[in-house]
């Protein structure tokens, strides 16, 4: 699961798709997110990342992971 | 170290140029206590999904609206809306306060009376009231409000083998420049037919005519509406002096005043569209005082007035179930608590808001009830933020028209508490069970 290269990330979270003008808003974690996948990271790396740093237990943040990735695709911000 | 606290990931897509309906991202806030109880502590003791009334804001509710109208003019009588909340322990927080009851049928009547409201302070409206009501209303020395001639004649009828005079007023309907307009009830202004009740009433002899009522329709926004309206009911009155030289005791305004609610499709939230006690009060005192009503028979004024003394009153508890996410990338939460207890989210877009929140993040989200059904919809598009299973929603202003409308479907009603003036808690309607239904089927022998 790719974000596409035309998805600019800002430091403070602004998200703009240049293929097709949308913008959109991350909360921080959101941020960081992205930019794991943007690295190349595959779920289960950004899973370990995720909890290493933050208080939440594994099975709830897959959970939030696959939702909030469905919604990336939703806005398509994935690549095919 | 310690790891940071997690809160989970969100995308929202800003959409440029299309404001929030209100101008601007509300924020989120919960309600965590109702009357400084715990939303939580209610639901562990009473269960969920839960209603709660607050005595208080009862009492509070109405002390303000009869100040807005007892400072403007010199008699005032409130009567309350049995159909918007008859649960008896309401009505008698009503009753003390000193209104007397307004009813629409039967069922309304008998518990009216038996909330101990004497029979001469029972208003008798409705399109059917059949002739054994009419008969105990009359013995009862009731106000009878005649919507309709069939009704008048039943009336004339009875009145010539009964020894006491039935005491009645006729219902109006009129254009006060509102839409809808409510024309199936009660007489025409502008046709005359309004005119020609009163006459064949005077005429007669038989009926002692105390007064005239209306009520215009419900949710109105417009306080010049009731100006409109109370001109006209005055313009019967001396007409009435004039031609009988008969006095109306009093004059009947009905309900409808608007609740902070806000209407579906409205543009702006009740909140700041809601007139205040005073606005409908000015409008409505001041079309009477400024009649040609003489000083020495202002009727007094009677108000019907329902679901703006009780709707801030009433709180809908419940508790999430799940959340999922529709094709379309909605959000959808569900909870226990569905259109079956919230009968007005089919006319309200309901605010819906978290017990407790550990984000103000929101999203775009369908709040469902637990029907089986797809009409079940407690809000639509609502920015809501996530909450987890078990966790708890409040729906505050509900008081009115839910606990009388709500459907016996699917669930069990549950429970109904009150919270009273000094944070006790009292269940004043039992959740149903199993019994609730079994003491009133019958099973053939041959299905045993
Ligand atoms: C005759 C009459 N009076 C009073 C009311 C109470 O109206 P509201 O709740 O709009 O104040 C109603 C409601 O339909 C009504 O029909």
Redesign the interface.
């Known amino acids: 699961m790719r974000i596409k290269r035309s998805v600019a990330v800002s430091e403070n979270g602004f998200v703009f798709d240049s293929s097709t003008g949308d913008s959109f808003n991350l909360n921080g974690i959101g941020r960081e997110i992205v930019e794991l996948m943007k690295n190349g990271l595959e779920q289960s790396d950004i899973t370990q990342k995720i909890i290493e740093r933050y208080e939440v237990e594994p099975a709830i943040f897959e959970q939030n992971l696959m939702d909030f990735q469905s919604m990336l695709r939703q806005f398509n911000l994935l690549e095919e | 170290m310690a790891?940071?606290?997690?809160?989970?990931?969100?995308?929202?897509?800003?959409s440029?140029g299309i404001p929030d309906k209100f101008g601007m991202q509300s924020r989120i806030r919960p309600i965590p206590q109702i009357e400084g109880l715990s939303v939580e502590e209610l639901m562990k003791k009473y269960g969920s999904p839960l209603f709660v009334l607050s005595e208080k804001t009862i009492r509070d509710t109405y002390r303000s609206a009869l100040k807005a109208f007892e400072t403007r003019y010199p008699s005032v009588q409130f009567a309350w809306s049995y159909k918007t909340n008859y649960l008896d322990s309401v009505c008698r927080i009503f009753h003390q306060e000193g209104s007397w009851a307004e009813v629409v049928s039967r069922f309304e009547y008998e518990k009216a009376l038996s909330n101990g409201v004497p029979g001469n302070q029972i208003i008798f409206n409705g399109p059917h009231k059949t002739r054994d009501d009419l008969e105990v209303a009359i013995e009862n020395d009731s106000l009878i409000h005649i919507d309709h001639f069939d009704e008048l004649y039943t009336l004339l009828e009875i009145a010539g083998k009964s020894a006491t005079k039935p005491k009645v007023a006729i219902r109006v309907n009129m254009d006060t420049g509102i839409y809808p307009r409510w024309e199936r009830f009660g007489f025409n202004y502008e046709n005359g037919e309004a005119w020609d009740a009163l006459n064949r009433i005077m005429l007669s002899g038989k009926l002692d005519l105390v007064g005239l009522h209306t009520h215009i329709g419900t949710y109105i926004l417009a306080p010049s509406a009731y100006g409109m309206a109370a001109n006209k009911l005055a313009q019967l009155a001396i007409n009435l002096a004039r031609k009988y030289n008969h006095h109306v005791q009093y004059i009947d305004m009905g309900g409808g005043f608007a609740s902070k609610n806000t209407l579906k499709g409205a543009y702006l939230p009740g909140t700041d569209t809601c007139p205040t006690f005073d606005e409908y009060a000015d409008a409505i005192t001041s079309a009477l005082i400024n009649s040609e009503i003489e000083p020495d028979h202002m009727p007094t004024l009677f108000l019907e007035t329902g679901r703006a003394l009780i709707d801030d009153a009433g709180y809908l508890l419940g508790t999430v179930i799940a959340n999922k996410?529709l094709p379309?990338?909605r959000r959808a939460t569900v909870v226990d608590a569905g259109v079956n207890l919230l009968f007005t989210s089919f006319w309200y877009d309901h605010q819906v808001v978290p017990a407790v929140i550990s984000s103000q993040?929101t999203e775009n989200t369908t709040i469902y009830g637990p029907l089986c059904m797809n009409i079940d919809i407690l809000r639509d598009a609502v920015m809501f933020p996530l909450l987890r299973p078990g966790e708890r929603i409040v729906i505050p202003r509900v008081g009115a028209y839910n606990m009388t409308q709500w459907l016996q479907f699917i669930t069990y009603r549950p429970n109904i508490v009150l919270i009273d003036t000094e944070q006790r808690v009292h269940v004043i309607r039992e959740q149903e069970n199993q019994n609730t239904f079994q003491t009133s089927e019958r099973i053939p022998q041959y299905l045993k």
């Open positions: 790891k940071l606290a997690y809160e989970r990931p969100i995308i929202n897509r800003i440029a996410r379309d990338g993040h």
